[in-house]
């Protein structure tokens, strides 16, 4: 088979470096959406995740994604811990603002390293 150019691994380091780029650009509705979604994966119960209605953005994801959620929210608590009060809405600090972004970028690149096993 030939080589294809441009690699997908290629591809994930342009992606990866337009995207730091755009640190400090616009933020768009998925933000607070996924901010919240931290925030209720780490301040309440697992029974309750589903039926949290202080935002009008609820855990509407499957369980995989909703556990996906609670680890980055282990991680988050170091970084900033008002990202994960549920109350805390549109909370957007830089440092949300960055954990957020950069939790995206490194998820992105742990997926083009597992395609290239």
Do not use: G
């Amino acid at each position: 088979m030939a080589d294809v150019f441009p690699s997908i691994s290629q591809c994930a380091i342009v992606s990866a470096a337009f995207k730091i780029l755009l640190f400090p650009t616009y933020k768009s509705t998925d933000f607070e959406v996924h901010r919240n979604w931290l925030a209720i994966t780490h301040s309440l119960p697992i029974k309750q995740w589903y039926y949290e209605d202080t935002s009008e953005w609820t855990l509407d994801y499957p369980p995989f994604f909703a556990y996906f959620e609670w680890l980055l929210s282990q991680i988050a608590r170091w970084v900033d811990p008002a990202i994960l009060d549920v109350h805390n809405l549109n909370y957007a600090s830089w440092q949300t603002v960055y954990f957020q972004r950069l939790s995206v970028i490194i998820t992105e690149l742990v997926l083009v390293y597992a395609l290239q096993l």
